[in-house]
């Protein structure tokens, strides 16, 4: 049975992301799918990583956050609302973050989850990361709603290419984590949009989800095309690349044109 966990940031049950997230639910739990939603705003969870995550911990001078948290992990001494989420997480197959853009990323109270569920340790550590990271066997997968309309972020929108707005997510935390990361789901402008065109985007929603399990993940650059020692691509990719008109993902493109939809179509 497939479990899939829904990280959910919206205020209101009244929402759009609310019922994109009931679409989710009910979908899936048709399939057979065991979901478990967390209503990040309802359980009132705590946004900010302080040393306050880490039980019995004891103040000696410069705190990093990402070293001690590590240790707790280990020695199972962090914080109940953290390791409540990772059990969940270490349970699910499939985790979609559903959410409203903020500023160009997700909502802060979403960004707490991350920081403070995604553990150095539990989900990557400074050798298991990137496509061999700790979560590798897991998929993930954004779902939100914008402000602007989707001419907006365009390559020659004001907002710039959503491509490259999504790389720093989905590269730089769900691949990082080694997640098997599918193609987002993005709802454009909803607020701006008529009833009908609502539903219409929720139907599309949930027609989406009937085939969503068997979907193909996003490209990314496996770790082993990088040199160990200076983390660069290595000469031969270099090599095999360089007739090539496009690069090779939005962030690592030597270069060249990005590769058109790389971070919002699989295949690309």
Same mark, same amino acid.
């Given at each position: 049975?497939?479990?899939?966990?829904?990280?959910?940031?919206?205020?209101?049950?009244?929402?759009?992301?609310?019922?994109?997230?009931?679409?989710?639910?009910?979908?899936?739990?048709?399939?057979?799918?065991?979901?478990?939603?967390?209503?990040?705003?309802?359980? *009132?969870? /705590?946004?900010?990583?302080?040393? @306050?995550?880490?039980?019995? #911990?004891?103040? #000696?001078?410069?705190?990093?956050?990402?070293?001690?948290?590590?240790?707790?992990?280990?020695?199972?001494?962090? +914080?109940?609302?953290?390791?409540?989420?990772?059990?969940?997480?270490?349970?699910?197959?499939?985790?979609?973050?559903?959410?409203?853009?903020?500023?160009?990323?997700?909502?802060?109270?979403?960004?707490?989850?991350?920081?403070? +569920?995604?553990? $150095?340790?539990?989900?990557?550590?400074?050798?298991?990361? #990137?496509?061999?990271?700790?979560?590798?066997?897991?998929?993930?997968?954004?779902?939100? %709603? %914008? =402000?602007?309309?989707?001419?907006?972020?365009?390559?020659?929108?004001?907002?710039?290419?959503? *491509?490259?707005?999504?790389?720093?997510?989905?590269?730089?935390?769900?691949? #990082? $984590?080694?997640?098997?990361?599918?193609?987002?789901?993005?709802?454009?402008?909803?607020?701006?949009?008529?009833?009908?065109?609502?539903?219409?985007?929720? @139907? =599309?929603?949930?027609?989406?989800?009937?085939?969503?399990? @068997?979907?193909?993940?996003?490209?990314?650059?496996?770790?082993?095309?990088?040199?160990?020692?200076?983390?660069?691509?290595?000469?031969?990719?270099?090599?095999?690349?360089?007739?090539?008109?496009?690069?090779?993902?939005?962030?690592?493109?030597?270069? /060249?044109?990005?590769?058109?939809? *790389?971070?919002?179509?699989? =295949?690309?």
């Amino acid at each position: 049975m497939v479990k899939v966990l829904i990280v959910f940031a919206h205020q209101s049950s009244a929402s759009f992301n609310a019922a994109a997230k009931s679409a989710a639910v009910e979908v899936l739990t048709a399939q057979g799918c065991t979901v478990e939603v967390s209503d990040l705003y309802a359980m *009132n969870f /705590k946004a900010a990583a302080t040393a @306050e995550d880490i039980k019995d #911990y004891e103040e #000696y001078g410069h705190f990093r956050y990402q070293e001690e948290t590590r240790l707790a992990w280990e020695e199972g001494r962090l +914080v109940e609302d953290i390791t409540a989420e990772q059990t969940k997480l270490t349970e699910a197959d499939l985790l979609i973050f559903q959410f409203p853009m903020y500023w160009f990323s997700v909502p802060a109270i979403m960004k707490g989850w991350i920081d403070r +569920v995604l553990t $150095c340790g539990f989900a990557f550590t400074g050798e298991k990361r #990137y496509s061999q990271g700790l979560l590798k066997e897991k998929k993930a997968m954004l779902s939100f %709603t %914008t =402000g602007s309309l989707e001419s907006m972020f365009s390559s020659a929108g004001i907002n710039g290419d959503m *491509n490259v707005t999504l790389w720093p997510i989905q590269n730089g935390i769900l691949h #990082y $984590c080694g997640f098997q990361v599918l193609p987002p789901q993005i709802f454009w402008a909803p607020s701006c949009a008529s009833p009908e065109a609502r539903q219409t985007m929720l @139907e =599309g929603w949930r027609s989406r989800l009937q085939g969503l399990l @068997e979907e193909k993940p996003l490209s990314f650059i496996s770790l082993d095309c990088f040199d160990p020692k200076a983390f660069q691509l290595t000469p031969d990719v270099q090599e095999k690349h360089a007739s090539q008109e496009f690069g090779l993902t939005v962030g690592i493109h030597l270069g /060249k044109p990005l590769p058109p939809q *790389n971070q919002m179509k699989a =295949g690309c």
